[in-house]
């Protein structure tokens, strides 16, 4: 059943902004023939008329609701989000070096720390440049480990 043309999600992310447009008019038009009913006491012609608008007033919010945590999400999309929460993590971090200095002691003493990723370390002739981890370590912690070893001023 999963293969047929109308549960396509490709499909359906395409034309989303269709299927909420459908929705709200949907859930909009229910709930103010809903609410006529109740407050105005307006009747239906039947019970069953009364009771079918109200579910399809309870399966257009559902469709709503299910719209926003939106689940038939691409493939981009998703990595698109992992990629966004990586990235909401990290932190750049530059400073000026305090005149040379050896670079395989700097580079062994920025892999030390713990939440300094590895391969993001950009060493210039007077400056430093990397991403860190925001939970893990600070900038304010960096730049103390690199005061103390001597490397900036």
């Known amino acids: 059943m999963a293969s047929l043309p109308f549960f396509n999600i490709d499909f359906l992310t ?5 299927f909420t447009i459908l929705q709200w008019t949907l859930f909009i038009g229910l709930s103010g023939r809903l609410s006529i009913f109740y407050f105005w006491k307006k009747d239906f012609h039947s019970r069953m008329e009364a009771f079918s608008y109200a579910i399809g007033w309870l399966i ?3 469709g709503l609701v299910i719209n926003r ?3 038939f999400k691409t493939e981009e999309q998703i990595l698109a989000e992992q990629h966004f929460e990586r990235f909401k993590s990290q932190r750049q971090f530059r400073v000026d070096l305090a005149g ?3 670079r395989a002691e700097l580079l062994t003493d920025l892999h030390r720390i713990d939440g300094v990723r590895k391969g993001s370390i950009d060493l210039n002739a007077r400056t430093v ?3 860190y981890h925001k939970e893990k370590v600070s900038a304010e ?3 103390d480990i690199l005061k103390k070893k001597g490397y900036v001023k």
């Open 14 to 18: 395409r034309h989303r902004l269709v």
């Open 60 to 62: 257009a919010l559902s």
């Open 69 to 71: 945590w939106e689940p």
């Open 100 to 102: 040379t200095c050896n």
């Open 129 to 131: 440049t990397l991403s």
């Open 141 to 143: 912690e960096i730049f």
